[in-house]
């Protein structure tokens, strides 16, 4: 794989710990592109990301830098930047990105056009696009414990090259063609992460944590089938594997926002400040559901989400509600 050129589109946490994770082997190498140069010079300088992990060194074989010119010669890209952003980089991107390279999608939500970020990509661009994801804390990456992911890929011979850069990683990875629903989950996740934070926020009860996790997963199942993804993709790293590592840690931030909501000490301010991929997804797929007229049990748990995001909500009535629409 020494020939194979790999370039991470932002050195943020995710980044930087997945090109430590690729490069644990001396003959695979990573390009950091980040338009923060203080990042590119402590990572250059000093084998530190200042910003992220100030306190890791790097392995040898990362390197950084601003300049998009280095796109050129990737073979495959890794997208880990905010999901608003990717689809707007790559077309503004497109004379300097290789037109062989394989594109491959770590963010989470919607494209700005409301489309799945893949499938965004995919319309507006003749890139391979494919799609990772799966329970994944940037920080426990960093620090070599094992991790899980699952690639969608319509190419097949794509899951040798990352069977291959993976290899001697504590990455492990699963896979499927199911690209629309590998990313239609990654979205869902989010929202209901928010749901299980407001349920534990008022009630710290392993009865009804479960209960709704329950419910919760049965629901994602429903709204997924709707949206054209497969039911077992359920059952890869990205469906149950993502949710609950979302759902069940603090470190998540969506399970935080539900937390907050919960404990009403959120804002509309607060939510202006974080990027909340699971809060703007709500209205999106409400939205869609109800344009669809899909049957409004499928999706109760999420329409009751809504109601918090709309205003003038009882938020202490919440779990109540929910056990009445059970």
Known sequence: MTEFKITILGAG??????????TQSDDRRVVLLSIEPS?????????????????????????????????????????????????????K???????????VNLAKGFAPDRLTIAES?????????????GPTFARELMNQM??????????????????????????FIDSTNDIRGVEI?????NIYAIIVGIVDANFNS?????????RAFAEMKNILKIYGGREETMFNYCGIGDFTLTALNDLS?????????????????????????????????????EERKTDKKIYQIMLELKKVFDGNYDVSAFVNQLLRNF
Do not use: W
């Not at 946490?13 to 690729?22: C, K, N, S, V």
């Not at 989950?185 to 996740?189: A, D, F, G, V």
């Open 13 to 22: 946490a995710i980044g930087t710990a997945l090109a430590q994770a690729i």
């Open 39 to 91: 990042v590119v010079d402590s990572i250059n300088q000093n084998r530190i990301n200042n910003k992220y992990f100030p306190t890791i060194k790097l392995n040898r074989n990362i390197s950084a830098t601003t300049n998009p010119d280095v796109l050129q010669q990737a073979d495959m890209i890794f997208m880990a930047i905010p999901s608003t952003a990717v689809v707007d980089y790559v077309l």
């Open 93 to 103: 991107h497109k004379d300097f990105i290789n037109p062989y390279a394989i594109l």
């Open 121 to 133: 990509l995919a319309k507006h661009s003749n890139y391979d696009v494919c799609t990772m994801k």
């Open 146 to 171: 094992p991790t899980a992911f699952t690639i969608a890929t319509n190419n097949p011979v794509n899951i040798k090259f990352f069977e291959d850069i993976f290899k001697d990683s504590p990455v």
């Open 185 to 189: 989950l990654s979205i869902l996740k």
């Open 206 to 214: 392993p009865n009804l944590r479960s209960m709704v996790l329950t």
């Open 253 to 289: 931030r969506n399970r935080t926002l539900g937390l907050l909501i919960g404990k009403g000490f959120f804002t509309e301010n607060i939510s202006d400040k974080v990027v909340l991929e699971g809060k703007i997804a709500v209205n999106v797929i409400c939205n869609d559901l």
